[in-house]
């Protein structure tokens, strides 16, 4: 996600690399699954974070539509934010992409939201993002 010049992220945002995996869920079929998929976060927030990929396609499922124009697809996350915050497990969507240019060609920056994340997972990542904060000073 690339920010202009003196505009700040959303409070309880941080730009840090945490690997995760995923996995794309048919929107229309749920038992239609990619295999595991993994990444590396650009940015985390409260309702979502930004990664890159190098394609928007995986085992023949877009990461974001179902083949129909109709259908959004879902990603079951695994988010490991180590031994004193544990593995978080998200459902999510893709809000945005942005394919851009790379020295092999070009990737995207895909932007996700949570949907429905429990309370008490909310209150996990505000503590992660907290001691971040805490960490950066």
Excluded: C
């Excluded at 945490?18 to 927030?45: C, W, Y």
């Excluded at 990664?51 to 959004?72: A, I, K, N």
């Amino acid at each position: 996600m690339s920010e202009k010049v003196g505009t700040r992220l959303p409070a309880h945002t941080a730009e840090v690399q945490i690997p995760f995996k995923f996995t794309v869920v048919h929107g229309m079929e749920s038992d239609r699954r990619s295999s595991q998929q993994k990444a590396v976060t650009k940015s985390l927030n409260l309702i979502g974070l930004v990664f890159e990929t190098p394609t928007m396609e995986v085992d023949d499922f877009h990461l974001s539509f179902t083949e129909s124009t109709y259908g959004r697809n879902s990603l079951e996350i695994s988010l490991d934010l180590g031994k004193r915050f544990g593995v978080l497990e998200l459902i999510a969507q893709v809000d945005w992409y942005e394919r851009r240019p790379t020295a092999l060609g070009h990737a995207f920056t895909v932007g996700i939201s949570f949907l429905d994340p429990p309370i008490e997972v909310v209150d996990v990542l505000r503590e992660y993002l907290q001691m971040l904060r805490t960490l950066s000073k």
